[in-house]
């Protein structure tokens, strides 16, 4: 099984998006990361997903650190004990799951490496839920085509991200879809916003009632903010239509929300 993401997997050229900082890249069965050393979070990672041949699983593997890249490099699980932050997959444990079942299993268990993990606030409402279920939905829109998409996910590192535990929390954090519309590149960018449950000095607050809020917003938006060249993806974007300005974000709160 070949390691990495792979740029020709949707038939049309797809570069991996490029961050402005150095990054150290790590390949994985069927995904990549960008690791930003000095953040000790990922800038970017990409995954490649078969949703034809895609097996549902369950759940083998532990969190560990990965040995290519320097332990203090790496937000490791003294950032996740005894306090309400869980460890986010980037790369959902599911997404590399598909074709032989070996394969698939060895794919699965290398997301669960601390450099594909990000801290977000524990418990769960309608907004994250939506979150984590984007890329279900984009998968059953592409279906019509060839069912393969390519997800592109990482927090944004801001530089006034609150200090917590020798890290600084991510507030927000981006998503980008990418499939085939015929023999044409199309694109959709999201964002997690997860400020209200993140303190500037304690690290974390109560979460209030919907304090999780997912915006589709336009992918350009989302290249200036976390500071990546995304490459094609701008203007294949679904959510700004050809010629006409740019539009706002515009939160979901349910995937019927979602432009495609």
């Known amino acids: 099984m070949s390691d990495g993401y792979d740029p020709d997997f949707l038939g049309i050229p797809l570069p991996l998006p490029s961050p402005a900082q150095p990054t150290t890249r790590l390949d994985y069965p069927r995904f990549s990361v960008l690791l ?28 560990r650190l990965d040995s290519r890249a320097p332990a203090e490099a790496q937000a490791g699980p003294e950032v996740y004990s005894r306090n309400d932050l869980d460890r986010g997959h980037l790369v959902r444990r599911r997404d590399p799951g598909w074709g032989a079942t070996d394969e698939a299993r060895e794919a699965t268990e290398a997301t669960f490496f601390y450099t594909n ?15 984590l279920g984007l890329e279900d939905h984009v998968l059953a829109y592409a279906e019509a085509t060839d069912q393969r998409i390519a997800v592109f996910t990482a927090p944004v590192l801001a530089g006034d991200d609150p200090p917590y535990r020798g890290i600084r929390v991510p507030l927000r954090f981006w998503k980008i ?17 997860q400020s209200e449950l993140v303190g500037t000095r304690q690290g974390l607050v109560v979460p209030p009632l919907g304090a999780f809020r997912t915006f589709q917003v336009p992918i350009a938006d989302i290249a ?18 050809r010629g006409l300005r740019p539009v706002a974000a515009r939160e979901l709160r349910s995937a019927d929300d979602i432009v495609l």
């Open 36 to 63: 930003d050393e000095q953040r000790r979070f990922a800038a970017v990672t990409a995954v490649v997903i078969d949703g034809a041949s895609l097996l549902d699983l369950p759940r083998t593997g532990e969190w």
């Open 117 to 131: 993990a990000a801290p977000q606030a524990a418990g769960f409402n309608q907004s994250k839920e939506l979150w």
């Open 224 to 241: 200036a903010e976390a500071g990546v060249d995304v490459g094609p993806l701008v203007d294949a974007d679904t959510f700004v239509r």
């Open 177 to 193: 879809a990418a499939w085939r519309q015929g023999d044409t590149l199309a694109s959709a960018g999201f964002v997690l916003d």
